[in-house]
């Protein structure tokens, strides 16, 4: 049964602690992707990584660090920095260069609250 | 990536087919264009994608005009199940950053009893 996993589906912390998120796939791809959604709004790419031990800022990557140090788990560290943290995260993957596919394949989800 | 526009909402009834047009007049020429779908709390899924004129799987069709400034993602005979957001996005997927999707607001689609 592959896919992916993100735990836990919901998440609750205090301001200025820093959490951590989990994504782990089985699907064998080499990329992985970090998503924010707000209420209402579209997604947007936090960070991105192409292969192990290598990843890229996306357009929100303030206040948020990733870890590639394994091709099946890319986890998402919320930090005391974001302003903003409450949200839903999703994490998703695909095959990487040279693929004919747009096809990302997304998690189920975390959503965190900061109080 | 080419910057697409679609509707807000669309509002539809059971056993009708829904077509959802999305612009996008910047399109490259070795852009393609996907269609994403997302029920609430739930990442979305991958439903259909395509280059030109006409692409039919078993969830929906997509249909390209020959200047591909617009596309209209056709869903036959829906479902209350098939209310979602649905997205259009336009990118080259062979690409070195073909991976990075944009994500805009997308079409919230409302099926009635």
């Known amino acids: 049964d592959g896919g992916i996993t993100q735990s836990p589906k919901y998440l609750f912390r205090k301001e200025g602690q820093n959490v951590t998120l989990s994504c782990e796939q089985n699907?064998?791809?080499?990329?992985m992707y970090w998503y924010r959604q707000d209420p209402g709004q579209g997604l947007r790419l936090i960070y991105y990584s192409q292969i192990v031990n290598d990843f890229q800022k996306g357009d929100i990557a303030e206040g948020y660090s990733v870890s590639r140090e394994k091709k099946e788990s890319f986890p998402l560290t919320v930090t005391s920095a974001q302003k903003n943290p409450t949200a839903f995260y999703l994490c998703?993957?695909?095959?990487?260069?040279?693929?004919?596919?747009?096809?990302?394949?997304f998690g189920p989800g975390t959503r965190l609250t900061v109080t | 990536l080419a910057k697409t526009t679609q509707p807000i909402s669309m509002d539809s009834y059971e056993g009708q087919e829904v077509n959802i047009t999305c612009s996008h007049n910047?399109?490259?020429?070795?852009?393609?264009i996907t269609w994403y779908q997302q029920f609430p709390s739930q990442g979305p899924r991958f439903i259909i994608q395509g280059y030109k004129t006409k692409v039919t799987n078993e969830v929906a069709s997509l249909f390209i005009p020959a200047d591909r400034k617009s596309s209209t993602l056709s869903l036959p005979r829906v479902s209350l199940s098939d209310t979602a957001v649905y997205y259009c996005?336009?990118?080259?997927?062979?690409?070195?950053?073909?991976?990075?999707?944009?994500f805009g607001a997308g079409t919230r689609l409302a099926v009635h009893p």
């Open positions: 699907l064998n791809h080499d990329a």
């Open positions: 910047n399109i490259a020429t070795n852009d393609y």
């Open positions: 996005l336009v990118g080259d997927p062979f690409s070195g950053g073909y991976n990075k999707l944009i």
């Open positions: 998703a993957s695909s095959i990487s260069r040279g693929g004919n596919s747009y096809e990302q394949y």
